[in-house]
């Protein structure tokens, strides 16, 4: 696997819908971004089972990435990591395993499985305990790997609470303690702004939020590209938090109707009230039709932007099958990315 600084790295949970807004991606945007795939924490499910629904459609949902990433980590054991790996090969996933430089498991079966070579990802504890200048370089010699098979992540993890200018510094800071940028195969420098919950938005109202790791990227280390060894490859989280919703029950827990749209800068985020208190069907019908009249801002990219707009559009028209808080992860999901991959192709690229 071979990508610059001009493509892109979601990082997205192996969830239903996410896998539905990459196989519907996967048509026009074959080559153009390679999502780095988390295996979420298994909750009451025997691992057997969370397999079976991790891997439901995963093959057909990633065919058209070609590999991808595949993180086990939140597993947090090897019997599981190896499952996880053992059932992407029998699946026929191309993919490549994540590593972590101080993980107390699961590298042992993703190195097994790397035949062409790990992703190496480190985060911002190890950033900031100093272990990543002399830890790197001691972690390729342990393992008998080379920087020119090794996709390397900087993951900055939760950057919400940094102002862009925050977000550079950080991004720096990873620069700064990474050795030889330009020998790994691929070099990649991720963060998320996106809430941990929309429980900041106001029932029946709308909330800008700034995407700070896209702000930092764009206007801090491409801005100064011609300064850097190497310009690292962007990535994000979608609209999800890196916590994920793994405890949400929404047998005992109530949820509001909600969109999450990148537009610009920033995302909007429109919710309305508790789907027990008015159905989702009704309340999605008329979120659509506020972000299709721009009652909020001239948000909307229009019908023609993504199949995620368009399916805005229909759903502000009544169309059925598009009221519910699933279907609109999709919409959402699919609207970012192309967001991203449009926000990447309006720069200019020597």
């Given at each position: 696997m071979k990508f610059g600084a001009a493509h892109y790295v979601p990082v997205l949970k192996i969830k239903d819908n996410e896998k539905r807004a990459l196989q519907s991606l996967g048509v026009t945007y074959q080559g153009a971004f390679t999502p780095l795939l988390e295996v979420v924490e298994r909750k009451d499910k025997t691992l057997a089972a969370h397999l079976d629904t991790t891997f439901k459609r995963l093959a057909q949902s990633v065919a058209g990435y070609a590999p991808c990433f595949l993180d086990a980590g939140e597993l947090e054991d090897d019997a599981g990591a190896q499952a996880v790996f053992a059932r992407a090969d029998s699946e026929g996933i191309d993919y490549v395993p994540v590593v972590g430089l101080t993980r107390l498991s699961g590298n042992g079966p993703a190195l097994a499985h790397g035949t062409t070579g790990v992703a190496l990802r480190l985060t911002r504890d190890e950033l900031e305990d100093s272990v990543i200048p002399a830890g790197v370089p001691a972690f390729l010699k342990a393992h008998r790997l080379r920087a020119e098979n090794t996709d390397l992540v900087m993951d900055m993890g939760d950057v919400g609470m940094l102002i862009p200018v925050g977000?550079?510094?950080l991004a720096n800071s990873f620069l700064s303690a990474v050795p030889h940028h330009t020998a790994w195969r691929t070099f990649t420098l991720s963060g998320c702004a996106f809430p941990n919950s929309?429980?900041?938005?106001p029932r029946n109202s709308f909330l800008l939020v700034n995407r700070?790791?896209?702000?930092?990227?764009?206007?801090g280390l491409y801005a100064n590209r011609g300064k850097l060894a190497r310009l690292p490859t962007f990535s994000d989280c979608g609209i999800q938090h890196p916590s994920g919703v793994e405890g949400y029950d929404p047998i005992t827990m109530a949820?509001?109707?909600?969109?999450?749209?990148?537009?610009?800068d920033s995302w909007l985020l429109v919710k309305g009230v508790s789907t027990r208190q008015v159905a989702p069907t009704v309340q999605f019908k008329a979120i659509a039709k506020?972000?299709?009249?721009?009652?909020?801002?001239?948000?909307y990219a229009g019908a023609r932007h993504c199949t995620g707009c368009a399916d805005i559009a229909a759903a502000a028209k009544?169309?059925?099958?598009?009221?519910?808080?699933g279907i609109w992860r999709r919409i959402g999901?699919?609207?970012h990315i192309v967001t991203v991959l449009r926000d990447l192709g309006a720069l200019h690229w020597p």
């Open positions: 977000v550079m510094a929309m429980s900041k938005v700070s790791e896209w702000l930092g990227w764009r206007d949820a509001s109707a909600a969109a999450r749209h990148a537009s610009g506020r972000l299709v009249n721009n009652v909020h801002g001239p948000h009544g169309a059925p099958k598009l009221g519910s808080l999901t699919e609207h």
